[in-house]
């Protein structure tokens, strides 16, 4: 539509179960690099864009045992090595004392792998992006949604995707540029 | 919202059973960010002035009193033999437990997927935030030497270097609130997010375009992030939920590991958490009972939510008065003379009004709320609020000053009285928390808004309201609870 390369044709509509149903069909026409946008997670839309289980399941996982090793390791290489002083007659290291400071290492390194995986896998921060400059897009926030399918996507046609985008049933569509 | 389901009739809901809607007014989700953000633009209304100035003025006296015991010593405070753990401990407990109502709304009411959390929970994060840095000010300063703070954490000094004792209950303490303080902060800010951007996507300014550009990460709301996002959150409720239990329980056992009467019992943990629960809701209700009302968010925390969060008080007022008797039933049947002695001079002895306050404001009071009418009262609930936050702090007073007052030789026994120092810094503190607490709510969005957009019928794909066609399925939610 101008010069600038184009980085997508973005769909607007106004219901949750109207996203819902034009996610189904996208995902059904074999789609790969399209998103949904929308207010709030919108409860199904994981199944009806195919998407899998997250992962970052597994950041928080090993966040938590690096964690807990941590502990332990730290609390028995002071204590009982490093510079062991007899305290009331216990054990140098006994891993009952250490077990609390060391419980609450596996939840902050669990935690910070669940928030640092989830801006990891999600790409963020990222202080640009071409759907953040269009006016529109910007009631993706209050109470609109959008249906985006990029030009990168092998199937993607531009009047081929608006038609299909209409019959989808958007209200409104137009093509973002990069 | 009748619907004709196409084989079978629909059974058709009696009104006592209708779900009431978590949002009232059947509000659209649009209204939801345009009421929340609201509260953040334009000038700050009459009131927000009146509260603000005279909390600056209170973190100020803070200021200075913290530096007049810094550079002084702790003998300005009444700490004096056998009371070494005055209002310092008592308050930094007393801060501490109000911080836990803030997860345990945002933890575990998600894992127990109550959907009225939506409406309070991050009010009730910042809240916990804020306590835990007033709580953490008295740790810090009752070693007397500030400057060696460093010493509690895992850091290498020149004297060998000699490390932290870790078979010391105070170390665990040292690592329970720090990773109470981090992760509560990271569930806020990640909470904040989506919200940021929804402040972004509608700010004016140069200045606020940038600031809540630059902290919204670059969130569009990709539904691809949205998965990753819910799972984080999953998660860190799920790490939150033991948290928010050993923090109060390791507070606990700075107490209960020690050999004193009154102090060295197993109750100890479970009824620590289920004190500093009570009184953070106590807290809670105090904030949003006037906040709803000055910031028109009636629609957002209905009745119902205040319905509820004076049910959860009265059902931890109840185990507190529950562990109180059990208290004093172990005393009995342990047929030590110590612990006898201990629970006699509690109730009986010079700091009988301590201990009667303490009875009156957490059992007697809040059993009120057993009655609907005073959960429905407003000022009644206030009141209520803060009385229970009154009489949590006299049993923190019971538990240090009673317990350590009278100990084994009748030689050594005292009596502590606070010093103007000790009376100012805990006033002071009040400063800190609502200061943080004015500005909090100017500045970012106090209701968590695309939680409660979620929350809505108009969110549900399967609701008439989210734009379903009648045919397709039965709707499942009305985005309510049962009465």
Not at chain 2, 193 to 211: E, H, N, S
Request: with cysteine; aromatic share 16%; hydrophobic share 50%.
């Amino acid at each position: 539509m101008s010069s600038n390369r184009a980085y997508g044709i973005i769909a607007e509509f106004t219901t949750p179960a109207a996203i819902m149903h034009a996610a189904e069909k996208i995902r059904d026409a074999g789609f790969t690099r399209w998103d949904v946008y929308t207010p709030f997670p919108v409860h199904g839309m994981d199944r009806a864009m195919g998407l899998k289980n997250s992962k970052v399941g597994w950041f928080s996982f090993f966040g938590g045992v690096t964690g807990y090793t941590t502990g332990m390791l730290m609390i028995w290489w002071m204590n009982a090595v490093n510079y062991p002083i007899v305290v009331g007659g216990k054990p140098m290291f006994s891993p009952f004392s250490a077990f609390p400071p060391s419980y609450e290492l596996t939840i902050l390194f669990g935690a910070f792998g669940a928030l640092g995986g989830m801006l990891f896998l999600n790409r963020l921060p990222r202080l640009h992006h071409p759907l953040l400059k269009n006016r529109r897009f910007a009631k993706v926030t209050h109470d609109r949604y959008f249906l985006v399918i990029e030009t990168s996507d092998p199937k993607y046609s531009e009047p081929g995707t608006v038609k299909l985008l209409e019959q989808a049933g958007s209200n409104h569509i137009e093509v973002v540029e990069e | 919202m009748a619907t004709k389901a196409n084989s079978a009739p629909l059974p058709t809901v009696p009104p006592e059973l209708e779900r009431i809607p978590l949002v009232g007014n059947q509000r659209d989700i649009g209204w939801i960010s345009d009421r929340v953000v609201s509260i953040t633009e334009g000038k700050p209304p009459l009131w927000w002035w009146l509260c603000f100035i005279p909390s600056v003025l209170c973190l100020g006296m803070l200021g200075f009193m913290l530096a007049y015991q810094i550079t002084t010593g702790v003998g300005v405070w009444g700490n004096m033999h056998p009371v070494m753990w005055g209002w310092d401990i008592i308050n930094f407990v007393w801060w501490i437990g109000i911080g836990h109502a803030g997860t345990l709304i945002s933890a575990i009411l998600f894992l127990l997927r109550q959907r009225w959390r939506t409406a309070v929970n991050r009010a009730a994060e910042a809240m916990t935030i804020f306590a835990v840095m007033c709580a953490g000010i008295y740790p810090a300063l009752h070693v007397g030497r500030v400057w060696f703070d460093w010493w509690l954490f895992p850091i290498p000094n020149s004297n060998g270097p000699i490390w932290p004792q870790f078979r010391s209950p105070l170390m665990w303490d040292v690592f329970a609130v720090s990773t109470y303080f981090t992760v509560s902060v990271l569930f806020w800010y990640m909470g904040l997010i989506p919200d940021l951007a929804v402040m972004r996507d509608r700010a004016v300014g140069k200045v606020r375009q940038f600031l809540y550009g630059l902290f919204s990460l670059g969130w569009t709301g990709s539904n691809r992030h949205w998965s990753n996002y819910e799972k984080a959150y999953l998660l860190l409720a799920g790490l939150s939920t033991p948290l928010v239990l050993s923090v109060h329980s390791i507070v606990s056992l700075d107490f209960s590991v020690s050999q004193l009467p009154g102090w060295h019992t197993t109750i100890f943990p479970p009824y620590f958490v289920a004190g500093a629960i009570f009184s953070g809701f106590g807290m809670v209700l105090t904030l949003l009972v006037p906040l709803r009302k000055l910031c028109r968010l009636e629609d957002i925390i209905t009745m119902r939510h205040i319905d509820i969060m004076c049910k959860v008080t009265l059902a931890t007022g109840s185990i507190v008065g529950y562990a109180y008797a059990m208290e004093f039933f172990i005393a009995w049947y342990s047929g030590s003379a110590a612990e006898q002695f201990h629970f006699m001079n509690r109730a009986l002895g010079p700091y009988q009004w301590g201990w009667l306050p303490m009875i009156i404001c957490n059992v007697v009071i809040p059993q009120l709320f057993w009655f609907k009418w005073f959960r429905q009262n407003l000022l009644a609930v206030f009141i209520i609020s803060i009385i229970v936050n009154v009489g949590m702090w006299f049993e923190r007073f019971v538990i240090i000053v009673i317990g350590l007052h009278r100990d084994f030789l009748p030689s050594s026994w005292g009596y502590f009285r606070p010093t103007w120092v000790d009376i100012c810094t805990y006033l002071g503190t009040f400063g800190l928390f609502f200061t943080l607490f004015l500005l909090f709510m100017r500045f970012l969005p106090m209701i968590a808004i695309s939680e409660v957009k979620g929350v809505t019928p108009q969110s549900d794909p399967h609701h008439p309201l989210g734009g379903a066609k009648h045919e397709e399925r039965i709707p499942q939610s009305e985005g309510g609870l049962t009465p």
